[in-house]
């Protein structure tokens, strides 16, 4: 009986590691996103719009300058080809936008030169503030969570937008070892901005999102692998412009893929 204790007390450790982003200056991350949308719009209570949409975008992630030891600068310049069908944007397009984040997947700034971007960089602040990972500072095994919550002014009141990650497998993925992140979780992020440059209109309201997905995290390497993440977006809200307003609501299914496909050395 002892001998049989004592066997079943060995080699039971778990393994753990450490979610943390690595940042080379020497490489470059090639990535492909492949996402749906499907969108209905109601303007004053009456159907405006019913659609999907379908995107294909190539990007490259690159770090462009280390701030400190845990903080970097990274560069992502996208591609959009020309879309000859289902709904997609029918202009081939490219533009570049740039990330501070820390190790533990914190975004602390952001810029793009994306024109067509029609959210204001508070409404990118608030998205960051909330999708940002937050990973453990310390090494964690297989069945850790956590939970990343903050607090929200919305037009309902103060509440708490909060995403619960957990730490599900460790497998290969792609030839990496990778720690497999599941994530569930809201996110509230209030709307306030002109329409468009030179125009007197303003849109105010709010986004609420649902979020599930999970990540295939190369704990080794310090990046992501794959993302698989399901969505769905309830935007309300009203347009005024020239004494004259109109109430919204969309309703947006979305679904994508990312995943890595090669990595360039400088």
Known sequence: MLSCLFLTGCGTAQKEVRLAFKFPLDKIYHYVYNGKISSTAYE????AYSGDRTDRITYTQEVVEMLDSTLARLRYIYSMAKDAGGGGDARAKTWTSEFTMA???KIVDFSSDENSAVQSRDYFRYLF????????????????????????????????????????ALVREAGYDCA???????????????????????????????????????????????????????????MSENGKSVEFKIDERRSYTSSLKQIENK
């Open 103 to 105: 190790n533990n997947g």
């Open 44 to 47: 004053n209570g009456k159907l």
């Open 180 to 238: 497999v992140i599941e994530y569930k979780g809201n996110m509230i992020i209030p709307i306030a901005e002109k329409q468009a440059a030179g125009s007197s209109g303003v849109t105010s309201g709010t986004d609420r999102i649902e979020v599930n997905g999970v990540v295939y995290f190369a704990y080794t390497q310090g990046i992501i692998i794959k993302q698989d993440e399901s969505s769905r977006l309830m935007r309300t809200g009203t």
């Open 129 to 168: 503030e909330q999708a940002s990972s937050m990973y453990p500072e310390q090494s964690v095994p297989v069945g850790y969570s956590w939970t990343h919550s903050v607090k929200v002014i919305s037009d309902t009141g103060a509440t708490d937008a909060s995403t619960t990650y957990k730490v599900k």
